[in-house]
């Protein structure tokens, strides 16, 4: 089983950029779809987007679509999220997820047994 970390995120302003990044240990990590999901104050864990094992699909909540990509680069078991045209709407804790999903199932929380530490993402108005 791989275990994920994460890493950036931190303090941007309303339309800025940030990058997240989130790496895998272990040999098996193309074979693992791969998912963010983020919370907000006071709110569930929430989809964000998800990648299939060799990136050739991707998904996206209708609230990021346009502004967020999702990549993944599995010579250094390492997944992406660019964020552009942030907004505070878009202010939680960031979180990248391991499992094994296609289609819908891509995003549901209960499809990744196994998820990073989690990262701030902070967007100021």
């Known amino acids: 089983q791989v275990q994920l970390v994460q890493s950036g995120g931190g303090l941007v302003q309303a339309g800025g950029s940030l990058r997240l990044s989130c790496v895998a240990s272990?040999?098996?990590?193309?074979?693992?779809?791969m998912g963010w999901f983020r919370r907000a104050p006071g709110k569930e864990r929430a989809f964000v987007a998800a990648?299939?094992?060799?990136?050739?699909?991707?998904y996206y909540a209708d609230s990021v679509k346009g502004r967020f990509t999702i990549s993944r680069d599995n010579d250094k078991n390492t997944v992406y999220l660019q964020m552009n045209s942030l907004k505070p709407d878009d202010t939680a804790v960031y979180y990248c997820?391991?499992?094994?999903?296609?289609?819908?199932?891509?995003?549901?929380?209960?499809?990744?047994?196994?998820w990073g530490q989690g990262t701030q993402v902070t967007v100021s108005s």
């Open positions: 272990g040999r098996t990590f193309n074979s693992y779809s």
């Open positions: 997820a391991a499992g094994d999903c296609s289609g819908y199932e891509c995003y549901a929380v209960g499809r990744y047994p196994v």
């Open positions: 990648i299939r094992y060799i990136g050739d699909v991707t």
